[in-house]
């Protein structure tokens, strides 16, 4: 099984909601990450967690606050967002085993901010 | 500061021509370079990581190749539904992040 998945597939919402994405692997991978991408522009790096420990943080502002609640869910939790926001949300998961490196995407939330 | 730098931006085949895409980089020690697939609207599909240079990796009509300062992906009779965004990204030896190039958008026409 080398699946991510993400909740939910799209969302829309209000400049003062508060939402939160879901992420889910259970491929037993240690890191996790979210990423966010524009329109035909690659996955720009966000944030980073290493065995529940975020790791790295990318300069993403406050209204973005990431939370690992175990070693198999990743959450990303929205408020007050700005249209400018609006993009796809990936989460991956990676593993070192064996010399052999993997980072698996999940399908992505398409987040859209009014 | 790693960079990934992928040509052509845009590449048009018809069906069964062989080309390849082109994927170089600059890089302080190299972990490991990765190869994505993505089609629009839908998250990175992980095709290869290659570790040193020599490697080859194959898969389907996919070969991926790795020297020390460039990579190559080689689409041997591509089909229609290899049509997508192939995006490259490297990691270095001393680090957990991903930094890719900007992509290839490949269409191939029937």
């Keep these: 099984d080398t699946e991510v ?15 939160s994405l879901k992420c889910e ?8 990450y979210w990423y966010k991408q524009k329109a035909k522009k690659p996955p720009e ?28 869910l990743l ?3 929205l408020h007050a ?18 010399g052999q490196e993997t980072q ?5 939330t398409r987040l859209l901010v009014l | 500061e790693d960079q990934v730098t992928q040509s052509p931006e845009a590449l048009r085949l018809q069906e069964g021509e062989s080309s390849s895409l082109n994927c170089s980089y600059t890089v302080s020690g190299l972990r490991g370079l990765f190869w994505y697939r993505q089609d629009p609207g839908k998250g990175p599909e992980f095709l290869f990581t290659l570790y040193s240079a020599g ?17 190559f992906l080689h689409i041997t009779a591509p089909k229609p539904e ?24 490949l269409t191939v026409n029937p």
């Design chain 2, 55 to 71: 490697e080859e990796k194959e898969k389907e009509r996919l070969k991926a190749t790795l020297t020390k300062k460039e990579s």
């Design chain 1, 25 to 32: 692997q259970h491929m037993g991978h240690r890191a996790m």
């Design chain 1, 5 to 19: 998945t993400q909740t939910p597939k799209h969302l829309v919402m209000g400049m003062t909601n508060k939402k």
């Design chain 2, 82 to 105: 290899d049509s997508a965004t192939y995006l490259c990204a490297v990691k270095e030896t001393s680090g957990s992040r991903l930094t890719f190039g900007e992509g290839t958008q």
């Design chain 1, 75 to 77: 959450n990303l939790h």
């Design chain 1, 104 to 108: 698996y995407f999940g399908p992505g």
């Design chain 1, 81 to 98: 967002l700005q249209p400018e926001d609006s993009a796809l949300y990936l989460c991956a998961s990676s593993q070192k085993w064996g």
């Design chain 1, 45 to 72: 790096l966000m944030f980073v967690y290493s065995y529940e420990k975020l790791s790295i943080n990318e300069s993403v502002p406050s209204r973005f606050s990431p939370e690992c609640p175990n070693s198999s």
